[in-house]
C-alpha cells in the first residue's frame, strides 16, 4: 500500500519497489497533478521522468527485488515542479546518474537497441539533475519547467 | 494486457486495449503481439490510439516486437497519442518506424 501526505504546495509519496506500487504512485501523482490546471500533455511528460526515475530504483538501487522502500516528494514551485526523490538500495555506479546519451539507430533492426532510453530521457526533460549518495542512502534531485516556458 | 486482431484484406490490425506500456506490461505485450501475428497477413499495424503512455520499457518492447517479427512481417505503427508520439520523437525511433497518423491513413481500406 502506498502512502500520500499532500498539502498546498506539495505531494509525498511513499511506496515499495514494485511494479505495480510504482504505477500506482504514479497514478496518485497524475491525478493531484490534474486538480491543479496543468495541461494534459504536460502532466504526461512529467509522467514519463517520474516512471524513468522510479523504474530505475527499483531495477537497479534495488535489483528488482520490490520491497524498497522509496520516497518521492513533489513540490510545485513557480514555473514548474521540483522533485526529491530518496532509496535506501544500491548506489548509482560511479556515484554519479548515466549519461544518457542518444541511442545509436544506425544499425540493423536485429541489433536496434531495446533499452538504454530511460536516462536519456530524463536527461532531455529534467533540468538541474542532481545525485548524492549520503550514507546508505541515495537522494536524486530535479526540476521540471512546465507552463509557458516549458519546452 | 489484451491486444485485439482484425484482418483488413492484406493487413493485420493489432489494437492495444491498454491505456499503459510500461515497465509493469511491457513482457505480456511483448508476449500478446506475438502470440497473435502468429498466422495470417504479413503486414501488421499496431494501433496504440487507446495507449495514452509509455515509458521506456514499453518502447523497448515495440522494438523488440519488430525484431522479433523483422524476417516474417512487416510492422508499422498508427495512432500515436501525444505522450507517446513524444517519446518516439525524443528517442527518434519516429524514424526507424512507419508511423500513419490515424488509421485511414494505415488502411485505406478502412476509409472508403
Not at chain 1, 523504474?55 to 520516497?71: F, K, L, P, Q, S
Not at chain 1, 546518474?97 to 526533460?125: C, K, Q, R, S, Y
Amino acid at each position: 500500500m502506498i502512502e500520500v501526505e499532500t498539502d498546498d504546495d506539495a505531494i509525498r509519496v511513499r511506496c515499495l519497489s514494485d511494479m505495480f506500487e510504482v504505477r500506482a504512485s504514479l497514478q496518485t501523482l497524475m491525478s493531484d497533478m490534474a486538480g491543479r490546471d496543468f495541461l494534459p500533455e504536460e502532466r504526461g511528460t512529467v509522467e514519463l521522468v517520474l516512471a524513468e526515475v522510479l523504474n530505475n530504483v527499483a531495477e537497479h538501487a534495488y535489483e528488482e527485488r520490490g520491497d524498497g522502500r522509496i520516497e518521492l516528494d513533489l513540490t510545485y514551485v513557480p514555473g514548474g515542479i521540483a522533485i526529491a526523490l530518496q532509496d535506501f538500495g544500491k548506489p548509482m555506479p560511479g556515484g554519479q546518474t548515466p549519461l544518457g546519451m542518444p541511442a545509436n539507430l544506425d544499425v540493423e533492426v536485429a541489433d536496434l537497441p531495446e533499452g538504454g532510453f530511460g536516462w536519456f530521457l530524463i536527461g532531455e526533460l529534467a533540468k538541474d539533475l542532481s545525485y548524492e549518495r549520503r550514507g546508505e542512502v541515495n537522494h536524486l534531485t530535479f526540476r521540471m519547467t512546465l507552463g509557458e516556458s516549458a519546452v | 494486457m489484451e491486444v485485439r486482431k482484425t484482418d483488413v484484406g492484406d493487413t493485420r490490425v493489432v489494437k492495444v486495449n491498454d491505456s499503459r506500456i510500461d515497465a509493469a506490461v511491457a513482457i505480456q505485450f511483448k508476449d500478446a503481439v506475438r502470440a497473435v501475428t502468429a498466422d495470417g497477413p504479413r503486414r501488421v499495424v499496431l494501433d496504440l490510439s487507446d495507449v495514452s503512455f509509455i515509458d521506456s520499457s514499453g518502447l523497448g518492447a515495440v522494438v523488440a516486437v519488430k525484431k522479433l517479427l523483422k524476417d516474417t512481417h512487416t510492422l508499422e505503427l498508427v495512432g500515436l497519442t501525444p505522450v507517446v508520439a513524444k517519446v518516439f520523437k525524443l528517442t527518434r525511433m519516429d524514424t526507424i518506424f512507419t508511423i500513419h497518423r490515424d488509421m485511414a491513413a494505415a488502411v485505406p481500406a478502412l476509409a472508403s
